[in-house]
């Protein structure tokens, strides 16, 4: 004689079971995956000090005729350097040259053409110059030999470009706004 075993259907049960664990282990992995990837979203924002420092303002009573005073903009030197008279009229009679040719008041703010403000960095290897040196009376870059004059026009040597005049303004008549 045959038995009949008894069976009982648990089908509705399992299915939900299965779903619930699918939803978690899919859960999982999302979070798991967002946790991974936050570091290299979050690496790629700009570092505080630079949001800071996107603008600044100096004031340029501080520096003398004939003299630069460095500042730090974004993590680069900038020269605000206060021109004489004579350097004024030799730059300004000079016409446009560097590379691109530019003249100085092509360089400078009108009203304000004694003070000139540059990035400090030679556009041929990022080297900082040294002021008031090389054949032209501006900046000498003694790491290739590139020589600027004092507008900040490449003149001799290996850089390319002429000194990188930044975004700026004057905000009053003593008062500069960097970026």
């Known amino acids: 004689m045959t038995e009949s075993v008894g069976t009982t259907q648990h089908g509705g049960d399992d299915a939900t079971r299965r779903d619930f664990i699918h939803i978690a282990a899919g859960a999982a992995a999302a979070g798991a995956g967002v946790m991974a990837a936050w570091p290299l979203i979050n690496q790629m924002s700009p570092a505080a000090d630079t949001l800071a420092m996107a603008s600044i303002e100096f004031d340029v009573t501080k520096v003398q005729e004939g003299q630069q005073v460095v500042i730090k903009w974004q993590g680069k030197p900038v020269f605000v350097r206060y021109r004489t008279a004579a350097e004024l009229a030799k730059v300004e009679g000079e016409g446009a040259v560097g590379s691109p040719p530019e003249t100085d008041a092509a360089r400078t703010k009108t009203g304000h053409e004694k003070y000139l403000v540059v990035v400090g960095s030679c556009t041929h290897l990022g080297c900082v110059p040294t002021f008031n040196a090389g ?30 005049v930044p975004t700026y303004d004057f905000v009053s008549d003593t008062r500069v706004k960097i970026g």
């Open 135 to 164: 054949d032209y009376g501006g900046w000498f870059c003694p790491c290739h030999g590139s020589h600027y004059d004092a507008s900040g026009r490449i003149r001799k040597g290996p850089a390319p470009l002429n000194l990188v």
